[in-house]
């Protein structure tokens, strides 16, 4: 085995934690940190981070959101990997940080290198670790929600079933439409909350009818937005978790909070 | 047609409130993307196909003015007559002239949305003509006085039962059976009379085609062909991006197009009109006519939105669409719907009036995914909110929540602070892990719940936790 050591000299990762899991569930942070370090990287997490700005970029403002992307880019523009444990935050670096900035050249290059190296953190650990959990049990059917910016800016599918494969006690309940939109959308949800909530009425449907216990995926907004409905609507045997909680051991025990 | 993009948000709850709806839409929807899936899979290397669609697309519209010239120059030759009209108007009334030049005025139409989005119908209806829609779905809406609510299946907002009472209620000789065969035969009595004795013929087009100046219409009933072959008149109203250069490149596109809409193979017709009846021909009209529509398409190409101008009006995205499939057509007010009608419609009918439909979309992507000329539609929707910012036509709270946003995300250090009396805050309206209400939370918590958060931030922590003050506990 390679000593730790020498693998932290070559993969310096910065974590861009996203706002939702720096406010509403910073276990994710710690799980992805775990998960990052056991992994091999060197990770470091730059205390004056924010918002990607998907907030002011999906309401149009694209000034607002070009300073923000500025500050961003100068943070961690340092840093070997930038790993986002978000599909839809990772998207937004990844994607359409360089769109902005089309006719400013010495930006738009260090967009471009910022999004070359940026990831989101379960693809990165399969895709560029080539990590696998070890030693890892969670008693629990599970089932999976796909969300859009992972699946459909990222390229995030596999990686996640896979690394989920590798913890003894889990086991796979598929959902129909799987990779439709949960009707979270940032924004969308508070402006057309009626909208949105057909939209995650159905995809709590979904989650039910696979009798997992144990909803997973990688994007807070989603689950938030699918957890949110299914508590409203009484529906409390479903635990609903980032994949690198369960990854990460801090899964605790799912069957015990599900008799709540 | 009037359109009424302004009214989204009245529209939507009388949308939501309709079960029958989401019933109807689902039917459909469900069926279309199935049927699309299974026809792609059996179709070697479809995104190759995809690409192919949008470079040939793309090639006309960068060379508009030189196939148009051609196209112009080739339907001359074959005996068509070739009008231009900018805008609405201009097509209506070129439409209306030629109607009103002839003796009878019995008009049969054949789908067509270009015709909905200049308004044909109406014209027609105001200028006295008697006018019969004789695609199916077309005839239903024409009983029922609606507009139609998808680009492909118009009536797809109705049910069964819904058109054995109109058929009921309209029909010179209705069946009283609810088969849809029975039903379908009602139909045709009703129609096949119409198109037999019709003075005048109205089709769109589905593709100009350059080198040959012929007119290319697919349906699957063959009411195209008889609204074209029995009448005098047979006029064509196209919007000019409808053209490629030859029938070399219309085929690719038909092989995506069916798939893409239905799901089907080929459609049951496909025909290449090429100008009037010729002088030994036995059928065909006297008189043809192709009225060639700008509407906005040309300042289109100058804005930005040229990549729209790719649309071959399959309606994949209307199904595949989250939002579409819960509000159904009509609520987006104007003549397309669903995610290519978001775009198409603040470029016709004014940003300022359809700024809404630009926003009332999720970004999730699933129709560029699934559109056979992978149209960005989510970046064009995005682009249609920064053009809706840049004019002030967000509302001054909107603006001022997102300046907020922005003056503390480009400051970390406040953001946190913001961060940290937020987590605080939420917290004190926390029951047992989760919030069901809190002050400026009605968007989010009119429908779920919002879980309560930890007690201090994810930064918050890591610096305790970094310093060595504290290990981290899950």
Not at chain 1, 126 to 149: F, I, N, Q
Not at chain 2, 176 to 193: H, K, P, W, Y
Not at chain 2, 299 to 322: D, F, K, P, T
Request: glycine fraction near 8%; include cysteine; aromatic fraction near 6%.
């Amino acid at each position: 085995m390679v000593p730790n050591s020498e693998i932290r000299e070559a993969r310096r990762v910065g974590l861009f934690v996203t706002c939702l899991v720096n406010t509403m569930r910073p276990r994710v942070g710690f799980a992805a940190l775990r998960l990052l370090e056991q992994s091999g990287c060197d990770v470091d997490v730059p205390q004056m981070q924010s918002c990607c700005g998907q907030p002011a970029f999906n309401s149009g403002d694209d000034e607002g959101t070009r300073q923000i992307a500025c500050r961003i880019i100068e943070k961690f523009e340092e840093f070997d990997y930038v790993v986002v444990p978000s599909g839809s935050c990772g998207g937004m670096i990844k994607t359409h940080f360089v769109g902005l900035f089309e006719d400013q050249s010495e930006w738009f290059d260090r967009a471009q290198k910022l999004a070359a190296k940026t990831y989101e953190l379960l693809s990165f650990l399969v895709d560029v670790c080539a990590w696998k959990p070890e030693g890892v049990r969670l008693d629990a059917a599970y089932t999976y929600h796909d969300s859009c910016s992972g699946l459909r800016e990222m390229g995030v599918y596999e990686q996640p079933r896979k690394l989920l494969a590798a913890v003894e006690g889990l086991t796979f309940n598929p959902m129909v439409h799987s990779s439709e939109c949960c009707g979270f959308g940032g924004t969308f949800c508070v402006k057309y909350s009626d909208i949105s909530n057909a939209i995650v009425g159905e995809k709590a449907d979904d989650v039910l009818a696979t009798k997992a216990r144990l909803l997973l995926g990688g994007d807070m907004g989603c689950l938030m937005n699918i957890a949110g409905k299914l508590n409203r609507d009484n529906h409390t045997r479903v635990t609903v978790m980032h994949t690198a909680e369960v990854l990460a051991g801090m899964a605790g025990d799912v069957r015990k909070s599900q008799d709540d | 047609m009037q359109t009424h993009p302004e009214k989204f948000q009245e529209n939507v709850a009388k949308a939501l409130a309709n079960p029958q709806l989401k019933i109807a839409i689902r039917r459909t929807t469900d069926r279309a993307e199935s049927k699309r899936a299974e026809a792609i899979s059996n179709f070697p290397k479809f995104d190759h196909a995809r690409t192919q669609g949008k470079r040939i697309k793309d090639h006309v519209i960068e060379n508009l003015g030189y196939y148009l010239t051609e196209f112009e120059r080739n339907a001359t030759a074959n005996g068509a007559v070739v009008h231009w009209a900018s805008d609405a108007e201009q097509a209506r009334s070129i439409v209306i002239d030629i109607c009103s030049r002839q003796k009878g005025r019995r008009v049969t139409r054949a789908k067509s949305m270009l015709g909905e989005e200049i308004g044909l119908a109406d014209a027609l209806d105001d200028a006295e003509f008697d006018r019969v829609e004789t695609d199916l779905a077309e005839h239903i809406i024409q009983l029922a006085g609606d507009p139609p609510s998808h680009i492909v299946w118009p009536s797809m907002h109705l049910t069964r039962e819904d058109v054995v009472r109109l058929f009921r209620k309209h029909h010179r000789n209705p069946t009283d059976s609810e088969e849809i065969t029975e039903l379908v035969d009602s139909a045709r009595r009703e129609l096949r009379s119409k198109f037999l004795t019709a003075d005048i013929g109205i089709t769109g087009a589905n593709f100009l085609l350059a080198d040959s100046g012929s007119v290319c219409t697919v349906t699957n009933e063959g009411n195209a062909e008889l609204t074209t072959t029995p009448p005098v008149v047979h006029i064509v109203t196209a919007g000019i991006e409808k053209l490629v250069p030859s029938m070399a490149h219309a085929m690719p596109l038909l092989r995506l197009l069916v798939r893409s809409a239905t799901g089907g193979e080929i459609t049951q017709y496909t025909t290449f009109h090429a100008g009037p009846k010729r002088q030994n021909d036995l059928d065909g009209p006297a008189e043809f006519h192709i009225v060639l529509v700008d509407n906005g398409r040309t300042r289109m190409l100058s804005q930005g939105m040229s990549e729209m101008l790719r649309c071959i009006r399959c309606g994949a995205c209307l199904n595949h669409c989250v939002v579409y499939k819960h509000i159904g057509g009509h609520a987006y007010g104007g003549v397309y719907p669903g995610p290519m009608g978001s775009v198409l419609t603040p470029n016709l009918d004014g940003l300022e009036r359809a700024r809404k439909l630009a926003h009332a979309c999720t970004l999730n992507g699933r129709c560029q995914e699934v559109c056979p000329v992978q149209i960005p539609l989510p970046k064009l929707l995005r682009a249609l909110r920064a053009s809706s910012w840049e004019k002030k036509y967000e509302p001054p709270v909107n603006r001022l929540a997102v300046a907020g946003f922005v003056m503390l995300a480009k400051r970390p250090r406040l953001f946190q602070l913001f961060a940290s009396v937020g987590v605080l805050g939420m917290r004190m309206f926390g029951r047992s892990g989760w919030i069901s209400s809190m002050p400026l939370s009605r968007g989010w918590t009119a429908n779920r719940d919002l879980p309560a958060p930890e007690k201090s931030t994810f930064l918050g922590q890591y610096k305790k936790f970094r310093d060595g003050r504290r290990p981290y506990q899950n």
